[in-house]
């Protein structure tokens, strides 16, 4: 069976701004039957987009990231996160999303070179470099 598909909150952005790399990201957004949505991305971004386009913007971006299996960030969750992020040199919000992965057998997809060397993420360069 195909793992479920985790999408960075980077990702998310890219195809909410239609960016270079919005089709690297389309068909894991699009499939919200096997898509799982971490909390902490939820998070960064309706912060970033209520920040650039408003509040209605961020709102409707929430309700798009809502179609996906909403993860909350629980204990167990936590302790893997905080384990990861020391292990791997990993910021707060990427080791959630990390671990959020992992507890759900998720492939990440992102831009975020800090997953770059991490198994079971799908990276493509920022700017769609390739």
């Known amino acids: 069976m195909k793992p479920l598909n985790l999408v960075d909150s980077c990702g998310w952005l890219e195809y909410f701004a239609d960016g270079p790399n919005a089709s690297f990201y389309a068909s894991s957004i699009e499939n919200v039957d096997r898509l799982v949505v971490p909390t902490i991305c939820i998070l960064e971004v309706f912060k970033n987009v209520l920040r650039q386009r408003g509040e209605n913007a961020a709102l409707q971006a929430v309700a798009a990231m809502e179609q996906g299996r909403v993860a909350a960030l629980d204990t167990p969750t936590s302790l893997s ?12 919000a990427d080791s959630v999303i990390l671990a959020t992965a992992r507890a ?4 990440i997809w992102t831009q975020d ?3 770059k060397n991490i198994d079971g993420v799908r990276y493509v360069k920022a700017g769609g470099k390739g």
């Open 113 to 115: 070179a800090d997953f």
């Open 81 to 92: 996160a905080a384990k990861l992020g020391a292990e791997l040199g990993l910021p707060l």
């Open 104 to 107: 759900h057998k998720a492939l």
